[in-house]
């Protein structure tokens, strides 16, 4: 089993169009854990923390389950430059990150 | 803003050369990564360092080695590469280890190529 697991999709949506990634990891000591978005070819970087209290930033809402191991990000009102791929990230109970593999979303006009 | 520059963006090299790609970072990060990415596998560590001439084994550490003798310099070595080392590497920098802050900053990335 994979420690961080993501569906790689794509999710293919329309713009304005409402979308959920979820994500599942292993480690239950894992301790911190957040979102990075990858525009093609590019670094990832970082698109928020999850926090235990779940976080919003704009269109964008992450949530953490740690009794189910489960994290999400909320996408609202898709505009094209969502188009990218999400990686799920988590730390290891060193403290490493460990990342899943993504999930590609592709806005459709 | 933090800055994490890479060497090479694009590298092509032969069976047996001995690689060097080499990563800068500006923002006096304790932490430096080395990770690599390939199609369907994410972003594997590779190796690791947490302070100047300290480094420490990633998930995937066999046929490469690393230097640190700078803080703001992390070094990747191919010491004999092989095709299976065709991959995106990708250099990171962070300025602790562990816990909710813990951003690590990627740099572009090097498309390394082995023929």
């Known amino acids: 089993r994979k420690e961080v697991e993501q569906d790689p999709g794509p999710f293919n949506v329309p713009e304005g169009a409402t979308v959920a990634f979820n994500c599942t990891y292993s480690?239950?000591?894992?301790?911190?854990f957040f979102w990075y978005r990858q525009d093609c070819r590019k670094e990832p970087k970082l698109l928020m923390s999850v926090y235990s209290s779940g976080n919003e930033d704009g269109r964008f809402t992450a949530q953490l389950n740690r009794a189910s191991q489960y994290i999400s990000l909320l996408i609202r009102d898709s505009k094209l430059s969502d188009s990218a791929t999400y990686l799920c990230v988590v730390t290891d109970d060193t403290g490493k990150l460990i990342f899943g593999q993504g999930t590609t979303l592709q806005v459709k006009p | 803003d933090v800055k994490v520059t890479q060497s090479s963006r694009y590298l092509v090299k032969r069976t047996g050369e001995k690689v060097f790609l080499e990563c800068v970072q500006d923002?006096?990060?304790?932490?430096m990564f080395w990770y690599r990415q390939d199609p369907g596998l994410g972003l594997r560590l590779i190796y690791f360092s947490y302070d100047v001439k300290m480094k420490e084994k990633g998930d995937i550490p066999e046929g490469y080695s690393v230097s640190r003798e700078k803080k703001e310099r992390f070094s990747l070595i191919l010491e004999s590469a092989s095709t299976n080392q065709t991959s995106m590497y990708l250099c990171?920098?962070?300025?602790?280890?562990?816990?909710?802050?813990?951003?690590?900053?990627f740099g572009p990335g090097t498309r390394l190529t082995v023929l």
């Open positions: 480690n239950s000591a894992s301790q911190s």
């Open positions: 923002m006096d990060h304790e932490n």
């Open positions: 990171a920098s962070s300025l602790t280890a562990g816990g909710r802050e813990d951003t690590q900053y």
